[in-house]
């Protein structure tokens, strides 16, 4: 949902209510009303509110639930981070038809926690098709994707919902910008780049690391 369907979902008049909870800066320093965090449960469960609109992003969130991720044990020297049968377009965007696991990817928990510095329990590798980040990124490589990481205000490599499927591309936040918005940008030339709305842009996670075939 875009932050302006769910400020009306909760009641509110704008987006400017609630985006103050989903700040990056400031999330750290408030705590979600209680009244609010009922509200918020029913919206997204569909209780006393209308249905969600555009369900079909809502099972995109169900591949990513990061309780169902098959991690290994807490003291073990490697990690196992699930790759699902979601492809992640580098061009117009694919719908997410299956939410099914269909391999597995060890890593060391040194390289992972001390190298990479990132939480073991919110990565999942995602493959990507198509060329509009090429040379960054090239159809077939898989991208290790960060589900913790969605702070745009630091410009870098994400992947996110369009609005018609499931992309990557490298996100700059436009100084300045009221209402706030981004730049997509494609690293392929051969691809335009254009601004939209953050509240507009549902961001699934940070890529961080991506293997190749040589």
């Given amino acids: 949902m875009s932050m302006e369907a769910l400020a009306k979902a909760l009641g509110y008049k704008g987006a400017s209510s609630i985006q103050r909870y989903e700040s990056a800066d400031t999330y750290p320093k408030l705590f979600l009303p209680g009244d ?25 969130g169900a591949v990513l639930d990061v309780d169902a991720l098959d991690y290994s044990p807490p003291h073990s020297e490697t ?10 377009s580098a061009g117009d965007g694919f ?3 299956t939410e099914t696991q269909r391999d597995s990817w060890p890593f ?56 018609d499927g499931t992309v990557v591309k490298r996100l700059e936040l436009i100084p300045g910008s009221e209402p706030a918005k981004l730049r997509r940008i494609s690293d392929n030339q051969l691809h335009g780049d254009y ?20």
Avoid: C
């Fill in 36 to 60: 609010l965090v009922v509200k918020l449960a029913e919206v997204l469960v569909g209780r006393g509110h209308p249905p969600i609109e555009r369900a079909d992003v809502l099972s995109l």
């Fill in 195 to 214: 601004e939209v709305l953050v509240e507009d842009t549902q961001i699934i996670g940070r890529v961080v690391w991506y293997a190749r075939r040589i």
């Fill in 108 to 163: 060391s928990r040194a390289y992972i926690e001390s190298e990479l510095r990132l939480p073991v329990n919110r990565l999942v590798v995602l493959e990507v098709i198509g060329d509009s980040m090429f040379p960054t990124l090239a159809s077939g490589d898989r991208v290790l994707v960060n589900m913790a990481d969605a702070r745009i205000s630091q410009p870098g490599i994400f992947v996110l919902w369009d609005g």
């Fill in 95 to 97: 719908h997410v038809d």
């Fill in 79 to 88: 990690i196992t981070i699930p790759e699902y049968d979601v492809r992640v």
